[in-house]
């Protein structure tokens, strides 16, 4: 029998005084938003409410195995708050995956879509099993079972998927099938991520790219390094590394990239047309040869660059490596990738960074903007999902920017500011439903 249940009595009680010596995706989330909700002094009710998730559902994803077998995954969806709107958010499948770490994905979710000023609230979900020790067909079953025992709880208005690592076009068409199938009608705007031909958006592939490269100018003046010709290092070679290098190399050399097998070093600048055309055939950096030197990731932290771009995963700058990072900006392509231990370091340095809920806004916008445009029955052009995209990000980058300066504050402090009393506005106007 499939079980599901509402998670309550059994959050872990972090409050405002959370420890911040685990350096980890969830303490870093909540470091981020304690600190803004103490700089706007929040009420205590609305800090209650905005530090827990509205609902946090558990269930069991029995799949039916190539080789007769059977065998049962654990899946959840965390939908953290809807005051400015549907929850919105990823699917991520993971052999480790952690209620925390979902939890953190979905207030990231929250923050991002409120700053850009964009009418969703955040959510997160994800299967817990390993994607290389299971067959495409395998995958397929356990993504459908998982989405058809959570059918109920999802939907355009009100929880939208969207796509992230492992969870692709291709995996966001079997989600989008399989509400549909039981819906009876085809319902393309509850997934974000799809392929065109299920109403998909042009645009979507290099949207976090695109969106950095946008910002990229006035956080470089601001960090007070030159417009075109900075030493950039990038971590991580899956679609938005690779798309940053390929969009940034035109203007900036880019002497440092990598993936989970190691990075590739060459003050000098490394030459990104062989490498990612190496990338393209092999799917990894593991033996690409050329002019570089073989370093480790952490050894990359610690090299010679003038902006770092971390891309992978969360909490990979962490307290040991923040005195040693050299670089003057770092740009957060990824989710939470430096923890709260170094990001105070940082500041303390003077390192300038641009926090992930506006440096990876661009993915957000354009996920938005599918949504919309499958509400509408309506296709957009390329360039008019880049330029409003762009006037997006920008207006976001005002507003940060501004607030930054009259509060004397970091830009990640400030971001979360205008972010939580947005949500936060939108609570209270709409009050309390008992």
């Known amino acids: 029998m499939i079980t599901q249940r509402t998670f309550g009595s059994d959050f872990d009680d972090h409050g405002p005084s959370a420890p911040t010596s685990e350096e980890n995706a969830f303490v870093t989330m909540m470091a981020s938003f304690d600190a803004a909700a103490e700089r706007l002094g929040l009420d205590p009710s609305l800090y209650a409410i905005l530090r827990k998730p509205d609902r946090e559902i558990h269930v069991a994803v029995p799949t039916p ?45 929250t923050w991002k879509c409120s700053l850009l000023d964009i009418p969703f609230g955040g959510s997160a979900g994800g299967i817990r099993l ?48 399989t509400i549909s199938m039981h819906s009876r009608f085809t319902e393309n705007a509850v997934v974000c991520g799809k392929p065109l031909a299920l109403g998909g958006t042009l645009g979507h592939v290099d949207a976090v790219a695109q969106g950095v490269r946008t910002l990229l100018p006035e956080a470089l003046e601001l960090a007070g390094l030159p417009p075109t010709g900075a030493r950039l290092m990038v971590q991580g070679a899956g679609t938005r590394g ?63 660059a003038d902006v770092f771009i971390p891309c992978a995963t969360d909490t990979v700058v962490r307290r040991k490596h923040a005195p040693g990072l050299q670089a003057k900006l770092v740009v957060e392509a990824a989710n939470g990738p430096i923890s709260s231990n170094a990001d105070r370091i940082l500041a303390e340095r ?9 440096a990876t806004g661009g993915g957000a916008i354009v996920n938005y903007f599918e949504w ?36 004397k504050l970091p830009l990640r402090t400030a971001a979360h500011m205008v972010a939580v009393r947005r949500v936060a506005g939108a609570d209270r106007v709409r009050g309390l439903y008992a």
Request: charged content about 25%; proline content about 4%.
């Open 130 to 177: 390993d994607p290389e020790e299971v067959s495409p067909g395998e995958l397929e079953r356990a993504v459908r079972r998982y989405v058809s025992v959570l059918v109920s709880d999802l939907g355009q208005d009100h929880d939208v998927f969207a796509s992230e690592r492992i969870t692709d076009s291709r995996v966001m068409a079997w989600v989008m099938d």
């Open 65 to 109: 195995l190539d080789g007769g077998g059977l065998a049962i995954f654990d899946g959840y969806r965390v939908q953290h708050n809807s005051g400015m709107g549907p929850y919105f958010g990823p699917l991520r499948i993971h052999a480790a995956l952690t209620v925390d770490e979902l939890r953190a994905l979905a207030a990231w979710m």
């Open 242 to 304: 690779g798309n940053l290098v390929r969009i940034l190399s035109a203007e900036h050399t880019i002497v440092g990239f990598s993936d989970v097998h190691g990075a590739l070093y060459d003050e000098r600048g490394l030459d990104p047309a062989p490498i990612l055309a190496w990338l393209a055939e092999h799917g990894n950096l593991a033996e690409c040869t050329g002019r570089f030197e073989r370093i480790s990731n952490e050894q990359m932290l610690l090299r010679p």
């Open 372 to 407: 919309v445009q499958n509400r509408a029955g309506y296709s957009w052009p390329l360039e008019r999902v880049q330029k409003r995209m762009a006037r997006m990000l920008s207006a976001a980058w005002s507003e940060v920017l501004a607030v930054a300066r009259e509060e």
């Open 350 to 358: 003077g390192v300038t960074v641009v926090p992930d809920i506006l």
